[in-house]
Nanobody
């Protein structure tokens, strides 16, 4: 069994910070990439940030300079540090992992709610 689990969501005021965590577990040989997506009510899911096996990073323009993605290979965990949060950041945040088990596959977490009040 392979599991991807997010944690760290919550309610914060505008300008505040949250740190999301995503832990992958199971029969994992290696992690090629991990990414954070978000989906607001009535909106499509969008890519927020991703990090590769070589620690190359990508950020959506809307979060660049405010969010930082990082990973801990020993713990099979990726983090999303979110600073200077805005109400428009309110969404369910999902972790996606490209994992090598017996093959290369894509795995999703269940999501964690982030709510930013004005």
């Amino acid at each position: 069994q392979v599991h991807v689990v997010e944690s760290g969501g919550g309610l914060v005021q505008a300008g505040g910070s949250l740190r999301l965590s995503c832990a992958a577990s199971g029969s994992i040989r290696s992690i090629n990439a991990m990414a954070w997506y978000r989906q607001a009510p009535g909106k499509e899911r969008e890519l927020v940030a991703k990090i590769t096996e070589n620690n190359n990073t990508y950020y959506a323009d809307a979060v660049k300079g405010r969010f930082t993605i990082s990973r801990d290979n020993a713990k099979n965990t990726v983090y999303l540090q979110m600073n200077s949060l805005k109400p428009e950041d309110t969404a369910v945040y999902y972790c996606n992992a490209i994992l090598v088990t017996s093959y290369v596959g894509s795995y999703w977490g269940q999501g964690t709610q982030v709510t930013v009040s004005s």
